[in-house]
């Protein structure tokens, strides 16, 4: 096979996971409907200015009506970024690490607050998760440039302009390492986060062969269902524009857009994370961190130098040696 997860897994995975699953469908829908409901109402408040006030008629003004409401929605969703991370995304990886172990987690709506608890226990407030993610995005960023990019899969000569291009889509494809990492995080029983965070990356580099190919192939996988979810979506968002005043048939697109993401972190970004997280924990099995690769990483990114500092003042100067992984 071409990638090492299994798709039947993941999948069983999300069905056990089933109320973070509808946790998730409802924040994100929510969100849907935020845009859908402050750009309908920009866009009326737009078409009743321009009738008073705009020369040009009020098309105009309510398409720029549309944009503000959805401005304001935006702004408003990148302030609550922390709490949704914070409690959602690594409260489902925390269920999630359990089942991929083989560990029993408590069913029904009690894995929520189960998951909530585990994380808490790890990163007191959602600040200091936040800011460890942002560090790891950071520091992933470099691995795929230590790799050689694809040139260490894809050996062809004189392809200048398609190793460019693919060397985007493998940027794209790591888009759920940071949860991976999170997901090591929580599995192990290091006292650091930013330890256990700088071990994940450095496990990461050691076997990012392995992991950009299959985050690729997952990638390409994902895109594919996306864009299938977003063309069934033209038509729900395409209706909600008809009802909306003035000729903004252009928002049609917008909210199709936004429809697809919904459904996108709903169901498909739990898939792509239950496979990735089975590729790495059975990748690291039995591994320790490389010095190599932690002065390799250090050298390259001032994240991950950052991640160090963090974790050796978590001790003293003195880094935590790595812990015990369980076996899957």
């Known amino acids: 096979m071409m990638w090492d997860f299994s798709v039947a897994r993941s999948v ?8 973070f699953i509808l946790f998730r469908t409802i924040v994100y829908f929510a969100m849907t409907l935020a845009y859908i409901t402050a750009t309908g109402t920009g866009a009326g408040i737009g078409w009743g200015v321009g009738h008073i006030f705009a020369d040009g008629g009020p098309e105009g003004t309510a398409f720029y009506g ?8 935006s702004i408003a969703l990148y302030w609550i970024r922390e709490y949704i991370l914070y409690v959602l995304k690594a409260g489902h990886v925390a269920v999630m690490v359990h089942l991929i172990d083989g ?7 009690s894995q929520i607050a189960y998951a909530k608890e585990v994380v808490k226990q790890r990163f007191a407030e959602a600040n200091i998760l936040f800011v460890v993610d942002q ?5 992933i960023r470099a691995v795929t440039s230590l790799l050689g990019g694809i040139t260490a899969l894809l050996p062809i000569p004189g392809l200048d302009g398609l190793m460019r291009f693919v060397n985007t889509v493998i940027r794209i494809s790591l888009t759920y ?7 090591y995080n929580i599995r192990i029983d290091s006292s650091s986060p930013s330890e256990t965070a700088r071990q994940g990356v450095v496990l990461y580099a050691q076997n990012g062969t392995k992991m950009v190919t299959n985050a690729v192939w997952l990638a390409l996988i994902l895109w594919g269902v996306t864009f299938v979810i977003f063309l069934l979506m033209l038509a729900p968002a395409g209706a909600i524009v008809y009802l909306m005043p003035g000729q903004l ?13 919904a459904l996108k972190s709903a169901f498909v970004e739990p898939f792509a994370i239950a496979s990735l997280m089975q590729v790495y924990f059975k990748a690291i099995e039995g591994q320790v961190p490389d010095p190599g690769w932690d002065d390799r990483l250090a050298a390259a990114s001032r994240q991950f130098r950052e991640l160090k500092e963090r974790s050796m003042s978590s001790f003293d100067g003195r880094p935590a040696g790595p812990a015990a992984q369980p076996s899957i």
């Open 249 to 261: 048939s252009g928002w049609g697109f917008v909210l199709a857009i936004v429809f697809a993401w």
């Open 135 to 139: 560090l790891v995005k950071g520091a």
């Open 12 to 19: 069983a995975i999300m069905l056990r996971t089933w109320p």
């Open 103 to 109: 560990r029993n987690v408590p069913g029904g709506q």
């Open 66 to 73: 549309g944009i503000a409401g959805f401005a304001l929605v």
């Open 177 to 183: 390492v940071d949860e991976i990492i999170l997901g």
